[in-house]
């Protein structure tokens, strides 16, 4: 793998590592040769609109706990190259996904046989530690000329980064790739969750500054539209969505704690809301969402 960035999409990358940075300690680099492919394994929907930025949430019934967000300004296919994290407690999985255009090169060599062509569904991966990336782009990206990054093979004990300064320096680092990695790639069936609502970024963040700041976990309750959710208050009966600070009740100053409840009617605030079936609920963790809203804020 042979890559090049600058400019804009220089920044955009650091922003990405330095997110990423903030959810786990190891990201995982995977390349893909040309071919078509879809985030997550998403079929594509043509409906869709290219031009809207949108949080897209997804959620699974109570048996299988997961709430799954992805943020598109495009939905565009052909990814070449995919970013991903796990967060200690390995219930936050990120990924960031840069198509090949985003790139000044990208290369992805090929011996052209058909054994390689066969193959070509496996990514070319390595794992590193994010400090040592982040070690790398301390480097001012204003100073910055362009960077080019390399990995010769799967087998490939490092991964080479250069910087090439605007005042013609050049530094060279070479990272330790990891044997084993703990962190897999993501991959699940959309079409089997019941619920799916898109979002503005701007307008997550509002609903979220509703929520005290020291708040770790956070529930959401997704119901039929047309059913709502079951309240005796006219103001918030009919409203298919909630939102409420999770506590652990088995903590001994949870009475005293600040509960919050906020229900939400899908016309007013999504841009898209899908759910069939009975309530789903599923509780995570804020601080993981924060990160990811700041970097579409920065």
């Known amino acids: ?141 204003a100073a910055i000329d362009r960077i080019n990054a390399s990995l010769p093979n799967h087998d490939a004990s490092k991964l080479e980064f250069v910087i090439h300064c605007l005042n013609g320096l050049k530094k060279t680092y070479r990272i330790s790739c990891t044997a084993e990695s703990e962190v897999q790639t993501l991959a699940l069936d959309r079409s089997r969750f019941p619920s799916r609502l898109a979002i503005r970024p701007r307008d997550l963040t509002r609903l979220l500054s509703n929520f005290q700041s020291s708040l770790q976990e956070l529930t959401i309750i997704a119901t039929e539209p047309a059913a709502g959710l079951p309240c005796v208050d006219d103001d918030i009966g009919g409203k298919a969505v909630e939102l409420l600070s999770y506590i652990d009740p088995t903590k001994d100053d949870y009475d005293s704690r600040l509960h919050t409840q906020l229900w939400i009617d899908p016309a007013e605030e999504f841009l898209e809301y899908v759910h069939a079936g009975d309530a789903v609920d599923v509780t995570f963790g804020v601080k993981e969402l924060k990160v990811v809203l700041a970097l579409l804020s920065s």
Do not use: W
Request: charged fraction near 20%.
């Open 1 to 141: 793998m042979e890559l090049s960035m600058s400019g804009a999409a220089l920044r955009t990358f650091s922003r990405c590592v330095t997110c990423l940075a903030r959810i786990g300690s190891e990201l995982v680099f995977q390349a893909y040769p040309d071919k078509v492919r879809r985030l997550l394994s998403e079929p594509p929907n043509p409906r869709s609109s290219p031009a809207r930025a949108r949080f897209c949430c997804r959620f699974a019934s109570q048996r299988r706990a997961v709430l799954l967000i992805s943020y598109s300004d495009a939905f565009a296919f052909g990814f070449q190259l995919e970013l991903h994290t796990l967060n200690s407690s390995r219930s936050a999985f990120a990924s960031v996904s840069l198509k090949r255009d985003f790139f000044d090169h990208f290369h992805l060599p090929t011996d052209g046989t058909a054994a390689a062509a066969a193959a070509s569904s496996t990514p070319l991966q390595c794992s590193v530690l994010l400090k040592s990336v982040l070690a790398v782009l301390r480097t001012p990206t």
